[in-house]
């Protein structure tokens, strides 16, 4: 005959060990007492204690996974859980069990410091723990397996779980460290080895930092000279992106001329310009022709605008000062 002494956490600091005789796949409960946790002592005869946790204290997670193996579920749930809670892999302990229903696993996890500080208190009372499990963990693998809960008392429910014994919270506590100090030291290697790139990567950086800053103004003071011959007496800020802003404008510009037949404005010009009269430069634009010169006096100015308006549909003079002996003129003419 097997006596088994099953500790039950009832509370924050208290708790129910309780003594039950195992005869095959019977069990009889034989004794029971409540007590503090850390004031619990061990019971006479009971070498084999099993820790039923607080409910309160219990995570419960439902897993669809192609593998039901122990060795595969010890290392890959972690890394699930890690999905689905706030938890870190090594904060936790837990127990994973496949159902009947293939694929389905059902994860129950507990706190890794709560537990190993319960364990030393139990410990340290001369109590050693084979094996920790749950009750609400046990209901719900019985219901995710369609079987009947028997009689809705609890001690029948202990009983069931005893007899089952497919929960441990104790058997997710080495499989993943194992892994996981695996991964933490791959983690290293590649930490150490990035320090080390980085590490040669900066000192290239020095070595070429000086000439590569030369080479960026060299460049700067070549991108101005560039933008002050394409736009003499500017203000330079950015040079390419002005450069860009005018090239774009002469597009514009351009677009727009290609429908003017500058040939016909300076035949027009021709035919109404006075002989006595100078004109230092013609501007055709799309909309207006802007005509600049010198002359004589007001009067001939004068006389050059009423000419031009029998010709254009308007002409203006904008401009007229002294310039020595002449008058210099600009006047605008629309077509």
Known sequence: MKTIGVVEIT???????????AQGDSLEKV??????IDELNPLEGVNNYILVLDDRKVHLRFLDLPFTEE???KEVVPFELMEMTTFKPDEIVFSAVPTEDKGKVIVGFTEKSFL?????????????????TSLE?????????GGPLGVDDKEETLKKELLDGRIDFLSGTIGYERKLLQFKGLINAILRLTLVVLLGTGAVIAVKWYPLKMQNRQLSALKKEIFLKVKPGSTTVAPIYQLKAEIKHLEEELQSLAYIDPLEDLTRLSKHWPQTLRAEQIDIKPEVIIVKG???????????????????????????EKAGQLMRYTIEVKR
């Open 137 to 145: 963990f046990f209901k719900e693998l019985l219901q995710a397996e």
């Open 294 to 320: 010198y002359a004589e006096g007001i009067s001939e100015i004068e006389t050059l605008k009423g000419q031009l308006e029998g010709a254009f549909s308007e002409a203006k003079v904008i401009e007229s």
């Open 31 to 36: 004794s029971s007492q409540e007590s503090l």
């Open 116 to 132: 190993e500080s319960l364990l030393n208190i139990l410990q340290n009372r001369g109590i050693e723990v084979q094996r920790v």
């Open 71 to 73: 060795d595969k579920l």
């Open 11 to 21: 509370g924050e600091q208290s708790a129910r060990i309780t003594v039950f005789s």
